[in-house]
């Protein structure tokens, strides 16, 4: 048994070899092996070995020191977890024996995360999930996710369109903030927004749209004059009817553009702004 003394040295010791090891900072880089590596932040990569990236998930920022294992390569040992930037994912639910598991769809994590029995959400094998990392595996290489909701199956109605906005966290439904601005948009408000606009309405404008497209972005008319043709061109402004700064506004930039799903998009602004204010 170890006397008080021999501890005392021990402890120093081993604060010693802290003090004195150099860490590296860098991003975690997979690959499509279970290999990884870590870039540096001054501008090289590190290799990580299998071990050592079970402990980390790809895009973490960590401190690794870097060891000699052969005459002229090194690899790294993660030495701390300064941040990690995954935090949801979509996967396959899978069930190994007792095991319940996620089967990440997210490109560079080569494994299967452990689903506690609490975060299961009655969800079936072979079921689309959209999880969290519930415990970082850091510490033993043995992380666990939550399922935050079940997705659906291959060949469900929508699958498509539900998976992909799952794995870019892509928003379906408008903040509060932004419904209340639709909804307080009165006809008033729109015509008062007119007043200094000439109607073209009546014009034969066209557009490529087809007969029910209501949020059309631009239109074309082309009519002869002495000399040649003049070109007009209608343009659509639902800056017009959004103040600056507002929720509205904020939240376009956020989503940038519509994305045109088969049947359903997922519109940039509300359907009371880019449909009900088209007149």
């Known amino acids: 048994m170890l006397n008080a003394d021999a501890i005392s040295q021990l402890r120093q010791l081993k604060s010693d070899i802290h003090d004195n090891k150099i860490v590296f900072p860098g991003t975690v880089k997979a690959t499509n092996g279970r290999f990884g590596f870590v870039a540096l932040d001054e501008g090289r990569d590190v290799f990580l070995p299998p071990e050592e990236m079970q402990k980390v998930l790809p895009g973490d920022r ?5 060891q000699e294992v052969e005459k002229g390569k090194t690899q790294g040992a993660v030495d701390e977890l300064l941040e990690t930037r995954l935090s949801t994912f979509v996967g396959r639910y899978l069930i190994k024996g007792k095991g319940h598991f996620v089967v990440p769809e997210t490109p560079g994590i080569n ?7 609490k975060e299961r959400m009655n969800a079936k094998p072979d079921d689309y999930i959209y999880c969290e990392i519930h415990k970082h595996p850091i510490k033993d290489g043995k992380g666990q996710a939550k399922i935050l909701r079940v997705i659906g199956k291959t060949g469900d109605p929508g699958i498509e369109r539900a998976l992909t ?3 870019f966290d ?23 927004r007119e007043s200094d606009r000439e109607d073209r309405t009546g014009q034969p ?4 749209d087809s007969p029910g497209t209501q949020d059309m972005d631009d239109a074309l ?18 800056t017009s009817v959004i103040e600056p700064g507002s929720a509205a506004e904020q939240e376009a930039f956020n989503r940038a553009t519509a994305i045109y799903f088969p049947g359903e998009p997922l519109p ?12």
């Open 62 to 66: 960590v401190n690794v020191t870097e």
């Open 170 to 192: 892509l928003a379906d439904a408008w903040p509060e903030p932004v419904q209340a601005q639709v909804d307080g948009l009165g006809e008033q408000d729109i015509q008062a």
């Open 268 to 279: 940039m602004l509300p359907d009371g702004l880019s449909t009900g204010c088209a007149h």
């Open 205 to 208: 404008y066209v557009t490529i």
């Open 221 to 238: 008319l082309a009519e002869p004059n002495p000399t040649g043709w003049t070109l007009s061109i209608a343009i659509a402004d639902p």
């Open 111 to 117: 494994r299967w995360i452990f689903i506690p029995p």
């Open 165 to 167: 906005l799952a794995t």
